[in-house]
Nanobody, 126 residues
């Protein structure tokens, strides 16, 4: 069973940093792309970043490019999202999702992903 567990969220002031983790189990890490999404209150879930070790593709949305860095540690089966220069508009619940089709940088309907984590809250105060 493909399982994902996010951690690392919290409350931070604008301009601060946080690192989110997405720990995966139950599947071969290289066979999946990992996508990060976020959802703010009253808004649709939006794709933030994704990484596919198999294809070597890394992608960032225009809203986070230059501030966020995605990386993976295969030995730990974990993907990280380093978030710097955080803004109040980054406030959201952040989710990671496993994509067995490895279609990074394409973000698809949430129902098309193989597994989702439970989400971690990121709150950026002004």
């Amino acid at each position: 069973e493909v399982q994902l567990v996010e951690s690392g969220g919290g409350l931070v002031q604008a301009g601060g940093s946080l690192t989110l983790s997405c720990a995966a189990s139950g599947f071969t890490f290289d066979d999946y792309a990992i996508h990060w999404f976020r959802q703010a209150p009253g808004k649709e879930r939006e794709g933030v970043s994704c990484i596919s070790r198999k294809t070597g593709i890394i992608y960032y949305s225009k809203f986070v490019k230059g501030r966020f860095t995605i990386s993976s540690d295969n030995a730990k089966n974990t993907v990280y999202l380093q978030m710097n220069s955080l803004k109040p508009e980054d406030t959201a619940v952040y989710y990671c999702a496993a994509d067995g089709l490895r279609l990074c940088p394409m973000f698809r309907d949430p129902s098309e992903y193989d597994s989702w984590g439970q989400g971690t809250q990121v709150t950026v105060s002004s």
